[in-house]
């Protein structure tokens, strides 16, 4: 089945610093690769999304770049604040015969110093 | 207004005990899922389900049983709680496969 790996696994910053988390997928049908952040004692929500067909795409301060390639993706902040403070955990969703699978990384704790 | 709502937030309860925790969505979303989240190990998934009477085993499904009669509600069972078995745990609901996925509020288990 497909495999996440997510580092850093934690990451502190100064505010106004970029911070750039990585992934790794196991799974070359994987198709669709969410970025969630979870905010102390709330539950995950979604930040931004890649699929497979796109190679970068950027929403304000967030951009997900994908390398299917290499079979990595990573989550760019630019510009941080110290509200960007949270875990942040990547997915990827499985194709072939998982597909409805979403599997998740371990999991970023960025902290944003200000 | 839009929501996955979980039941209860809070449970403490004794090993062997047999216990339910309810997931509903409101959304008509086909797609459901419970995972438990664990310091260290992210979101680790235990069972999914793609529609009505379809349901999968995720990562870790070992001591847990699912159902999914109706396309609102995704019950999650523990038969024979263990210790191991205490962690955070979230419901989520997609209308796709490829898409967002809402999650509950989170139920905080505690098996003694």
């Known amino acids: 089945g497909e495999n996440v790996e997510q580092h850093p696994s934690t990451l502190s910053v100064q505010e106004g610093d970029s911070a750039v988390i990585k992934c790794t997928y196991s799974?070359?049908?994987?198709?669709?690769f969410p970025w969630y952040k979870q905010e102390l004692g709330k539950r995950p929500q979604l930040i931004i999304d890649?699929?497979?067909?796109?190679g970068e795409k950027k929403d304000q301060r967030i951009a997900v770049t994908l390398n299917k390639t290499a079979k990595h993706f990573s989550l760019h902040i630019t510009e941080t604040q110290p509200e960007d403070s949270a875990v942040y955990f990547c997915?990827?969703?499985?194709?072939?015969?998982?597909?409805?699978?979403?599997?998740f990384g371990q999991g970023t704790i960025l902290t944003v110093h200000p | 207004e839009a929501q996955v709502t979980q039941n209860p937030r809070y449970l403490i309860t004794v090993t062997g005990k047999k216990l339910t925790v309810t997931c509903s969505q409101n959304?008509?979303?086909?797609?459901m899922s419970w995972y438990r989240q664990d310091p260290g190990l992210g979101l680790r998934q235990i069972y999914y389900?793609?529609?009505?009477?379809?349901?999968d085993k995720g990562d870790v499904p070992e001591g847990y049983k699912v159902s999914r009669k109706e396309k609102r509600n995704f019950p999650l069972i523990l038969e024979s709680p263990s210790p191991n078995q205490t962690s955070l745990y979230f419901c989520?609901?997609?209308?796709?496969?490829?898409?967002?996925?809402?999650f509950g509020q989170g139920t905080r288990l505690t098996v003694v």
């Open positions: 989520a609901s997609r209308d796709r496969a490829r898409t967002e996925a809402f």
């Open positions: 997915a990827a969703h499985a194709g072939g015969t998982s597909y409805g699978k979403l599997t």
């Open positions: 890649i699929r497979s067909n796109v």
């Open positions: 959304m008509n979303h086909e797609y």
């Open positions: 389900s793609m529609n009505v009477e379809v349901t």
């Open positions: 799974d070359s049908a994987s198709n669709y």
